[in-house]
């Protein structure tokens, strides 16, 4: 090969791998662009967490000041079977996106034992009483238990032992049940409700009523 000959092969490649930098440069830009371009409006892979509650209302009318009342997170209330709902507060709970259900009033015989149900919640006792109420509606009798919903379910657990002489377990997922169950004779089950939605609390329970290790 001649030196002139070796001169334009290479500027060739020079010019080959100029021409690399510059394509890899724009699709950089290109990719940077559409990135930027996501942001603006708004698009997102991130799920948020799932923060809606249930609330049981106890009211015999229900009025727009109950359904303004509310947290913004309460996307169900349960109200009893014999409640008034005023037309304002169906326009009110409409606007909020908040859907009303009544309870269902069991026959005589099939009422939970109040006596024996003890359902605790220091953070939300609005929380608590919802529970209770979905637990009447299935017709559920825990046992003579103490269900504890607790948002610091480990505190919960170091209290009831300390102060009130308790076994405690902490539950965080239905297969917690049978696994602590095993180890410990448990008085007092707290429920994780940072681990738990409401949904997940009552079917925790109703699991809980039908293990051995329930009855206190």
């Given at each position: 090969m001649t030196e002139r000959q070796?001169?334009?092969?290479?500027?060739?490649?020079?010019?080959?791998?100029?021409?690399?930098?510059?394509?890899?440069?724009?699709?950089?830009?290109?990719?940077?662009?559409?990135?930027?371009?996501?942001?603006?409006?708004?698009?997102?892979?991130?799920?948020?967490?799932?923060t809606r509650t249930t609330a049981a209302i106890n009211e015999r009318i229900i009025t727009s000041q109950t359904i303004a009342s509310l947290h913004d997170s309460t996307v169900q209330i349960l109200i009893p079977p014999e409640a008034v709902i005023t037309p304002a507060a169906r326009d009110e709970a409409r606007g909020r996106n908040v859907e009303i259900q009544r309870t269902i009033q069991l026959p005589t015989?099939?009422?939970?034992?109040?006596?024996?149900?003890?359902?605790?919640?220091?953070?939300?006792?609005?929380?608590?009483?919802?529970?209770?109420?979905?637990?009447?509606?299935?017709?559920?009798?825990?046992?003579?238990?103490?269900?504890?919903?607790?948002?610091?379910?480990?505190?919960?657990?170091?209290?009831?032992?300390?102060?009130?002489?308790?076994?405690?377990?902490?539950?965080?997922?239905?297969?917690?049940?049978?696994?602590?169950?095993?180890e410990v004779t448990p008085t007092v089950w707290v429920l994780d409700m940072h681990r738990l939605t409401f949904t997940a609390a009552v079917n925790t329970i109703a699991q809980i009523s039908k293990t051995g290790s329930a009855t206190r």
């Open positions: 070796a001169g334009e092969k290479s500027r060739s490649i020079g010019n080959d791998a100029a021409m690399i930098a510059e394509i890899v440069q724009q699709v950089i830009l290109r990719l940077g662009h559409k990135t930027e371009s996501d942001h603006t409006h708004g698009i997102s892979t991130t799920r948020k967490p799932d015989g099939q009422q939970p034992d109040q006596d024996r149900i003890e359902i605790i919640d220091h953070e939300n006792p609005q929380r608590a009483r919802a529970v209770s109420q979905q637990l009447a509606i299935r017709g559920i009798t825990p046992g003579a238990m103490k269900i504890v919903l607790s948002d610091t379910p480990a505190k919960e657990v170091h209290c009831q032992y300390s102060e009130h002489n308790e076994t405690a377990v902490m539950i965080g997922s239905i297969n917690d049940i049978k696994r602590f169950s095993k």
